[in-house]
């Protein structure tokens, strides 16, 4: 009877112990605007799983107030940790406040938050956005020697990709005087919106008479502008060279197909160290970096091919 007793009541510490450690996520997420944030979203509920996380999900259609709304229910809700991809970057710090209240630690996923006070969240996990737009910068470059007209497809205004990688490439370009940006335009990092932006400005330029190149902030914009470039009865990249970052497998597909020239790459698995920081939090860790940076692999079609064949790509 003894041990019966013994092995039952085993049984339930292991049960209030296994319940103890589970942890309950929630994820603020902007949208499903492009493949890229589509594989970032699976990545992180992919990750959740495989580590026994109950993730609950939350998409923002591209709206930061219903990213508020989300962390305000997760709080309410007493989760265990909160994962905050935002829109923009500025309107967030009354909400962290709340959160911080509520002693629910806040992880910043992709794109940046601008606050007075950083210790409302424990690190922004992110690539160096400045960096992919100076990379890819430096390839336009290099390739036309210094030399070209372009036509910017611009992020969404107010989000840190847009801000740094639009700051990262006009800072490159400086350098070299007979490089310009003839005209600017947000598409707001979507694919229909890519091609419907650059039907005007390719019209506006006359066709695309003496343009060089087009920098896309995301690759679903330059999938986009390829539509149109080729109904404007240009070859794209040939006629007009098409620069992005992502690096998404339709990006690499259209790479090796010879549409699209350079993509930088943006990791989406940025779950895994979301979850290991959220993880040393709970066993008693307090500091960390601020920004834990990701970075990312520039391809072309030497390398396009080799890096769909390594994902499986179909």
């Given amino acids: 009877m003894k041990t019966i007793f013994k092995t039952l009541t085993l049984a339930a510490a292991i049960g209030l112990s296994a319940t103890a450690n589970a942890l309950?996520?929630?994820?603020?997420?902007?949208?499903?605007?492009?493949?890229w944030r589509t594989s970032f979203s699976e990545s992180v509920k992919a990750e959740a799983e495989k580590r026994g996380i109950t993730l609950k999900f939350s998409d923002a259609q591209q709206k930061q107030e219903n990213q508020?709304?989300?962390?305000?229910?997760?709080?309410?809700?007493?989760?265990?940790?909160?994962?905050?991809?935002?829109v923009v970057e500025t309107g967030w710090q009354p909400v962290l406040m709340e959160a911080k209240r509520a002693r629910i630690p806040v992880v910043i996923l992709d794109r940046n938050v601008s606050v007075t006070d950083q210790s409302l969240y424990l690190t922004r996990i992110a690539p160096d956005f400045e960096v992919e737009g100076q990379r890819a910068a430096?390839?336009?470059?290099?390739?036309?020697?210094?030399?070209?007209?372009?036509?910017?497809?611009?992020?969404?205004?107010?989000?840190?990709?847009?801000?740094?990688?639009?700051?990262?490439?006009?800072?490159?370009?400086?350098?070299?005087?007979?490089?310009?940006?003839?005209?600017?335009q947000t598409a707001e990092f979507t694919r229909a919106k890519g091609k419907e932006v650059m039907e005007t400005m390719l019209k506006a330029q006359g066709g695309g008479k003496g343009v060089c190149a087009i920098w896309a902030h995301n690759d679903e914009m330059a999938l986009g502008a390829i539509q149109a470039v080729r109904e404007?009865?240009?070859?794209?990249?040939?006629?007009?060279?098409?620069?992005?970052?992502?690096?998404?497998?339709?990006?690499?597909?259209?790479?090796?197909?010879?549409?699209?020239?350079?993509?930088?790459?943006?990791?989406?698995?940025?779950?895994?160290?979301?979850?290991d920081?959220?993880?040393?939090?709970?066993?008693?860790?307090?500091?960390?970096?601020?920004?834990?940076?990701?970075?990312?692999?520039?391809?072309?079609?030497?390398?396009?091919?080799?890096?769909?064949?390594?994902?499986?790509?179909?």
């Fill in 232 to 275: 404007a009865g240009l070859q794209p990249g040939k006629d007009i060279l098409i620069v992005s970052v992502d690096a998404v497998d339709d990006a690499l597909k259209s790479i090796v197909a010879g549409d699209i020239n350079v993509s930088v790459e943006l990791s989406p698995h940025l779950g895994g160290p979301a979850f």
């Fill in 24 to 35: 309950t996520v929630g994820f603020a997420q902007v949208g499903s605007e492009s493949g």
């Fill in 277 to 314: 920081v959220i993880n040393e939090y709970r066993n008693g860790k307090k500091e960390f970096d601020k920004w834990i940076r990701m970075g990312g692999a520039v391809y072309t079609q030497e390398n396009a091919a080799a890096e769909l064949a390594k994902r499986g790509a179909k």
């Fill in 68 to 86: 508020i709304k989300a962390v305000r229910s997760f709080i309410a809700q007493r989760v265990d940790a909160i994962l905050i991809a935002p």
């Fill in 138 to 184: 430096t390839w336009l470059t290099d390739k036309t020697q210094g030399k070209c007209n372009i036509l910017e497809l611009q992020g969404t205004v107010g989000s840190s990709a847009a801000i740094g990688r639009m700051k990262g490439f006009n800072d490159t370009i400086a350098k070299f005087p007979e490089t310009k940006i003839v005209r600017s």
